[in-house]
């Protein structure tokens, strides 16, 4: 005769302390959880027993031969994932803590499995994934819920912001302009993964949840810095003076680039362009403006795809002796002419190669040139026609207050 559901929960109960801590300790050595290595032991625990001792009770009560007592499994499920969501785990990541607890479930019973016959390992098997899935299943639909509410959070900020924009838009038409090209390819970005997941929506039979996930992360990341850039204008227009206050912190460049490079990753696949990040040689950790940062690196690599039509796109960071590090930019792309070098950074400068762009403002490098300055550094060009450009920026590893 087969184990009851109740038999089974019991086994798992009588070994929760070490199928938790076996589950703990697996969870944060996993390479594929990079999430969790920056959570506290309690933030890792976290909702975790609940969702364990809700499985232990859902076979204690037969659970899934009375589908409508689910309460306690969906309730600490949904609470895991809400966690989850909080704490900056993406989809993946969830579903890896669901299969470590699974395998570490069955060797922890492992030798209770053994003296199971065939019929009855089978069946604790199918029971004990059964549960399982529901409560994996149950934390992604509210991981998913939570992401879609921040995203339509983020778009009703971004309406009301727009209508003020539209009233202030005449104070001051040179820094809108500049603002204005800023909005471009985080813009672009939204729209480009908005159309991928609306493709992937309608043929949701064939796709990946994972997938649908990721996207609406990427959605979400790039509407962000949409929803910074609008304020950051806007108190430009107030104030109508153009001074950015820095917001210095201790950072990873390596992450900053990450996200550069996720946002003008539909611009780089669009062309058919090859992208190489080098960030093997980059500071550990820099003291700077991460916003700013970014930017500077977006407009750069919005303006290289631009003007690049084939060939590679190559972003490097190293390390110097000097307590100074760089950042470089090299294309293959039409290149600058040595007498418009000299101009290239002035507000609406232009190369004859490249006039009649389309979505250019001629703003893109003097809006670069401005926030270098801003954050201590320096920038040097490269560039020889048909032959490509290659920008380099050299930061100090430390601005401090008095120095911005």
């Known amino acids: 005769m087969s184990l009851s559901m109740k038999e089974i929960g019991q086994i798992i109960n009588n070994n929760f302390e070490q199928i938790f801590a076996q589950w703990k300790k697996n969870v944060r050595q996993n390479e594929q959880i990079n999430s969790s290595r920056k959570l506290s032991a309690t933030a890792l625990e976290d909702s975790f027993p609940e969702v364990l001792n809700a499985i232990i009770s859902a076979l204690d009560r037969d659970i899934l031969v009375s589908e409508n007592e689910l309460d306690e499994l969906n309730n600490a499920s949904f609470k895991h994932g809400k966690v989850r969501a909080e704490q900056g785990f993406n989809a993946a990541e969830i579903t890896r803590e669901y299969r470590i607890l699974r395998q570490t479930i069955f060797r922890v019973l492992s030798e209770e499995l053994l003296k199971l016959t065939s019929e009855q390992l089978i069946y604790t098997f199918r029971v004990i994934d059964a549960v399982i899935d529901e409560a994996s299943a149950q934390c992604f ?20 912001t727009n209508e003020e924009l539209k009233r202030m838009v005449q104070l001051d038409k040179n820094n809108f302009s500049q603002f204005t090209h800023e909005l471009k390819t985080p813009l672009n970005s939204i729209m480009g993964y908005s159309q991928l997941l609306l493709r992937q929506q309608k043929s949701q039979e064939n796709s990946e949840a994972n997938q649908t996930i990721d996207m609406l992360n990427r959605v979400l990341r790039s509407s962000k ?53 080098d960030g093997d040689r980059a500071p550990v950790t820099v003291t700077t403006d991460p916003s700013r940062l970014e930017q500077i690196l977006t407009n750069l690599l919005s303006n290289a795809i631009r003007y690049t039509y084939s060939g ?25 002419a040595p007498e418009e070098q000299a101009t290239i950074f002035e507000p609406f400068a232009r190369t004859t190669a490249g006039a009649n762009q389309d979505g250019s403002t001629g703003l893109g490098l003097a809006i670069v040139a401005q926030l270098v300055k801003l954050l201590q550094g320096e920038i040097n060009l490269v560039s020889e026609v048909g032959n ?14 008095s120095q911005s």
């Open 388 to 401: 490509g450009s290659t920008f380099t920026l050299v930061f100090p590893l430390e601005i401090t207050p």
């Open 225 to 277: 810095q949409l929803l910074q850039l609008i304020n950051d204008g806007l108190e430009i227009l107030r104030h109508d003076a153009g001074n950015i206050q820095l917001q210095l912190i201790e950072v990873d460049v390596r992450t900053i680039v990450d996200r550069a490079v996720e946002t003008i990753l539909p611009l780089v696949t669009e062309k058919d362009l090859q992208l190489i990040v």
């Open 312 to 336: 590679t796109i190559t972003v490097f960071c190293q390390a110097s002796q000097d307590k100074t590090w760089t950042l470089t930019v090299a294309d293959t792309g039409i290149g600058i």
């Open 141 to 160: 639909d509210h991981f998913v819920t939570e992401r879609t509410e921040k995203l339509e959070q983020l778009q009703s900020e971004m309406t009301k």
